[in-house]
């Protein structure tokens, strides 16, 4: 079936939703980040969410709408890590059973978040199977409601409750964004944004950052419709290795976002050490590429107001220090 | 001579001297952190103040009060790294010149913040050189000031913004908190944070936390008069190796303070770990050991609201790699 595209009041209702359970992530700024690149820069740090990442946003906004049955019957996702993390994280606040569909690949921290939150741990191989075909035999055999990581009119309208909260915060501050930038994996997160930018700062223009060779939804806008990645696997930036944008979200994208930047892997590692050096967060590699954008150039904040919003912190403790090696 | 006491209106006056530089740092919560030490935890996170820790907030309160003959002679500091970061950049800011007193087993990325900054590095031998001389000379020589990093009204005043921006935000949100856990070096922090919890929130509780070996404020505190740490040198919470409670800051934290908790390396190491993986702050030794204190329970956060002041991030690649490695 198609499911209806999300708009602005699904958003607001996500918000009254998530509120109890989501941290109000604050706004920041930091005074040597506005000198580097020449602008003034708000940073929105979902790595301080619950979980470590905006996921759990529409997570709890997903899982919080299932009937009595479907809660009995609980809840498979599949994901790279953090979208399990917050799926984890909902079904067991909310009380009921969760299977975690995850690539082999996958962060060892994301591994056992989902373990210790008492979901179930499914394993696959990111080059040969499909997470889709075994998400659905699992729903199929147990009755478990499957909710996928991006393409969802309730996790669409739940990670847009991060836009909401930057473009009220900005009101209270009496400021407009010129621009923000935000990753873009499979297009969830920066579609919600999209909807709440539409309604409060429809004159601030949207960003996606996605990593070199995962450019989907570049390669998609260009040409007016649906393309995958070239890539399927390789990046350092597991948690945007997706294989080609949402029908859903893309369909909001291509009306909300004014272009997509590509950084390298090198570069989303570099704006790991500068969130480690100057920023005192805890930023994973793909959490860190709209930070990578705005150091690099590829998105110019240069005497404008940029808003970024780093997505995720659950970064291995290997690949943080191989990022903050001298 | 004996300098004054600096009062809560001093700490007002200060606010308003460093508003428009300083960060204005969020109270955070995290869901996680309240559920392992079973009652409700408000972080202070002072490593995303300009400089990545608290005490620019003092610096700029100490240096912008400078006559114009004390601006062109400029600032001498001695610290163990991060007054000298916020003295550095406070002295940039406000384009006077500034020498720094540091110790040569600063943590690298102290010495090349200074360094950064523009300012003049002058290293000691912490077990057989005395800062105040060195300093003393310099000032001698070149008729700059003297800053020292804690025991000095305007330091005190300027450190206790921090509190004043706790209290303030705590009874926005109809909180009152019972106890509040900071790191304990000097003294000038938590003597500030009291001035503003004795006016806006008299009933909380106020607890330091010391590195074992350099607990001197819990002696002093129990003998009614100011003592000696045991240890000189030799603890990873470099922040914290004051030799003695400053003679201003005891005077007020003998009267503010309800206890001081002694916290160990170990402790303190597991602190930044968990901020690390849950927080996702990036945390120094010396500003993790208020954490330590609920982690371990030696401040006990159970069934209370508490407030706990992460002070400063500026710690060195290999001692953050070592707090994390699995």
């Known amino acids: 079936m198609t499911q209806a ?7 607001k209702a996500a918000a009254s939703r998530i509120a109890s359970k ?13 000198e580097r690149v020449g602008g003034r820069v708000f940073i929105k740090p ?29 809840v498979v996702a ?33 591994k056992q978040g989902v373990i210790a939150r008492g979901a179930a741990l499914k394993l696959y191989d990111r080059e040969t199977e499909s997470r889709e075909e075994i998400s659905e035999a699992i729903a199929a055999e147990t009755g478990a409601t499957v909710i996928p990581s ?34 873009l994996g499979g297009g969830g997160l920066i579609s919600g944004i999209g909807l709440a930018a539409k309604a ?38 597991d948690a945007l290795l997706t294989p080609m944008p949402g029908e859903l979200t893309f369909a909001l994208n291509k009306k909300q976002l004014t272009d997509v930047a590509v950084v390298t892997d090198d ?11 100057t920023l005192k967060l805890v930023v994973e ?13 590829k998105v110019d904040a240069k005497d404008r107001t940029t808003v970024i919003v780093l997505t995720g912190g659950n970064i291995d403790p290997a690949v943080m220090a191989q990022a903050i090696r001298a």
């Open 267 to 277: 570069e989303a590692m570099a704006a790991v050490r500068f969130a480690f050096e």
């Open 22 to 34: 989501a941290v109000h992530t604050p706004l920041l700024n930091h005074p040597a980040l506005d």
């Open 285 to 297: 590699p793909g959490g860190a590429v709209a930070l990578a954008s705005i150091l690099t150039g």
């Open 150 to 183: 991006y393409d969802h009119p309730h996790i669409m309208a739940g990670q847009g409750t991060c836009g909401l909260e930057i473009f009220e915060t900005l009101a209270g501050l009496d400021v407009q964004a010129d621009q923000l930038a935000c990753c």
């Open 78 to 110: 599949f994901s790279s890590g953090n979208h399990a993390q917050g799926i984890a994280e909902a079904a067991r606040i909310l009380q009921m059973p969760a299977t975690i569909v995850m690539p082999t690949d996958a962060p060892e921290v994301k």
């Open 200 to 237: 409060l700062s429809p004159k601030t223009a949207l960003y996606g950052v996605e990593p070199d060779g995962f450019e989907d939804h570049k390669l998609s806008l260009q040409a007016g419709a649906r393309l995958p990645s070239p890539r399927k696997s390789g990046s350092i930036c």
């Open 5 to 11: 595209l999300p708009d602005f009041d699904d958003v």
């Open 46 to 74: 979902e790595g301080l969410q619950r979980t470590g990442s905006f996921k759990f946003r529409g997570a709890f906004n997903a899982l919080s709408q299932f009937t009595p049955e479907q809660r009995k019957a609980g």
